[in-house]
Nanobody, 121 residues
Framework: QVQLVESGGGLVQAGGSLRLSCAASGSIFSINAMGWYRQAPGKKRELVAGITSGGSTNYADSVKGRFTISRDNAKNTVYLQMNSLRLEDTAVYYC???????????????WGQGTQVTVSS
């Protein structure tokens, strides 16, 4: 079994910072891309940032210049450093990982359970 566990969410004032972590554990052979998504109340889940196994990154326009995604391949962990937080960043943040559990298996996308980020004025 594979688990993705997020941590680091919480309540922060506008302009503040938070760092989210997501650790993948279990039977993992290799991890391809990892990413962060978010879902605000009444809205669809949207991509925040993604990172490949080689370190290439992409960001939603709304977070460019404020958020930074990184990963530690040795720890199967992806991070999201969030600076200059805004009220509109309030959402549940989910991580995902495109991985395979055995050398012969196909890739599958796993999701974490989500962590709440609330930005207050």
């Amino acid at each position: 079994q594979v688990q993705l566990v997020e941590s680091g969410g919480g309540l922060v004032q506008a302009g503040g910072s938070l760092r989210l972590s997501c650790a993948a554990s279990g039977s993992i052979f290799s991890i391809n891309a990892m990413g962060w998504y978010r879902q605000a109340p009444g809205k669809k889940r949207e991509l925040v940032a993604g990172i490949t196994s080689g370190g290439s990154t992409n960001y939603a326009d709304s977070v460019k210049g404020r958020f930074t995604i990184s990963r530690d391949n040795a720890k199967n962990t992806v991070y999201l450093q969030m600076n200059s937080l805004r009220l509109e960043d309030t959402a549940v943040y989910y991580c995902n990982a495109d991985l395979r559990t055995e050398w012969y298996s196909t890739n599958y996308l796993y999701w974490g359970q989500g962590t709440q980020v609330t930005v207050s004025s």
